[in-house]
């Protein structure tokens, strides 16, 4: 039984019945549609050469003489990376998997990520591409023993070209493509392998396009050598075969102000995320930046590119 404690609140009672009884569906509707309207989570991909993850242990003939990578750099490029909080992120310069997961363990450990990936390449350092993923990794395949012509000779990637497929668990699939082209320690015979390797890259990734040619794919790294240079264009070129984007020219443009590598004397952008046609649509505009926060500062001679996608085709 209900009870009134006023004869106000019986001559409204009816009215804010029939109020609530109105507005609930609303309501109702109203947050249904809000969270049907809230936007997808991004995927965020992210290239970085992380300068020398090295352990310090002489277990590689290679590298025997290589330091151990500082603990405050090893920190800073955990807040770096904290900071980005990428769901599949490409590195250069790391020294092996038992080092990566190590690092991987110690700092990285409530990121969610799975065992990470590196396949020892060709450097003579020992430095090696790799990849840190919270997706699925269907496959990964080594690129280390393709053999591509370079003047009078046959030579293979200074590293690797690493190719990665992941699949999110809608059941989203795309491959990253990860690379370390030539330094420029050497002048014009480095120039020369650079581009050599480039139009390898080309090649490669115009078969895996042709094979399927709605694949989603990137292709990442650092390429040791600016947007308008000879040796990259056949990843760059407006023509180049495979349409690859080069987002971070696009959206920030190539001038001084742009440099993901960063000691003063040689600031430019030598790191890339390059998009296939495929993904293109999949980008988020305005998105890539390169982060150039204090701790990205420390924790590397590159800052990290960094780009959002939202998945499409799942």
């Not at 090696?128 to 023993?145: F, I």
């Not at 390797?197 to 790294?221: H, S």
């Amino acid at each position: 039984m209900v009870s009134y404690r006023s004869i106000e609140d019986l001559r409204f009672f009816p009215m804010k019945t029939l109020l609530a009884g109105l507005l609930a569906p609303l309501l109702l509707f109203s947050s249904v549609a809000c969270l049907q309207a809230a936007p997808a989570k991004p995927l965020v991909i992210a290239t970085y050469n992380v300068e020398n993850l090295f352990d310090g242990i002489p277990d590689n003939p290679r590298n025997k003489k290589e330091r151990a990578k500082p603990k405050k750099e090893l920190r800073a490029l955990a807040d770096t990376l904290h900071q980005i909080n990428p769901d599949v992120v490409v590195m250069q310069e790391v020294e092996s998997l038992k080092t990566l997961k190590a690092f991987q363990d110690k700092y990285l450990k409530d990121m969610g990520y799975a065992e990470p990936v590196l396949i020892e390449g060709n450097d003579p350092r020992g430095i090696d591409v790799a990849l840190l993923t919270r997706l699925k990794v269907e496959s990964q395949v080594t690129h280390k023993d393709y053999k591509f012509q370079v003047e009078n000779r046959k030579r293979g990637f200074s590293r690797d070209l690493l190719q990665v497929t992941l699949k999110a668990d809608t059941g989203y699939r795309f491959t990253v493509f990860a690379t370390h082209l030539k330094s420029k320690l050497g002048g014009k015979e480095s120039d020369t392998v650079r581009q050599a390797e480039a139009q390898a890259i080309q090649t490669l990734l115009a078969d895996f396009q042709k094979k399927d040619p709605k694949a989603n794919f990137v292709l990442m790294g650092d390429f040791n050598d600016e947007p308008h240079s000879l040796p990259l264009k056949p990843l760059l070129s407006p023509k180049n075969p495979v349409g690859l984007k080069d987002i971070a020219a696009a959206d920030l443009g190539i001038k001084p102000t742009v440099f993901s590598y960063h000691p003063k004397k040689y600031r430019s952008r030598i790191d890339y995320i390059l998009v296939s046609p495929a993904m293109l649509p999949e980008y988020r505009a305005k998105s890539v930046h390169i982060l150039s926060t204090p701790e990205a500062y420390w924790a590397s001679d590159h800052l990290p590119i960094v780009a959002e996608f939202t998945p499409q085709d799942q």
